[in-house]
Nanobody, 124 residues
């Protein structure tokens, strides 16, 4: 059984930082990757970063590369998204997701497991 619990959102000013956390429960040991997505109302859910566990490889959407960092605390089964130099365009509901595929994809349809969202609001 797979369960994901995302947290850590909040409100910051442009240029500020936030760290999101996703606690991953994978009792069958099937997961290969964990990712972070975001979604604005009326827009498609977009992938921002993913990590091939356990910390084998990371990949990012170009819109966040150099500002966001995905990492993993293996023993605690927590995946983090450190977000620096935040911009108003980063405002969205953020979701963590997990998958069993070893293919690299930030398309939402490729990820079968999802946690609840956490809101990030960046003001100018």
């Amino acid at each position: 059984q797979v369960q994901l619990a995302g947290s850590g959102g909040g409100s910051v000013q442009a240029g500020g930082s936030l760290r999101l956390s996703c606690v991953v429960s994978d009792t069958a040991g099937v997961l290969r990757q964990v990712a972070w997505f975001r979604q604005d109302p009326g827009k498609e859910r977009e992938g921002v970063a993913a990590i091939v566990t356990p910390d084998i490889f990371k990949y990012y959407d170009r819109s966040v590369k150099g500002r966001f960092t995905v990492s993993q605390d293996g023993p605690a089964n927590v995946v983090y998204l450190q977000m620096n130099n935040l911009k108003p365009d980063d405002t969205a509901m953020y979701y963590c997701a997990a998958g069993v595929s070893s293919s690299y994809s930030l398309r939402a349809s490729a990820w079968p497991y999802w946690g609840q969202g956490t809101q990030v609001t960046v003001s100018s």
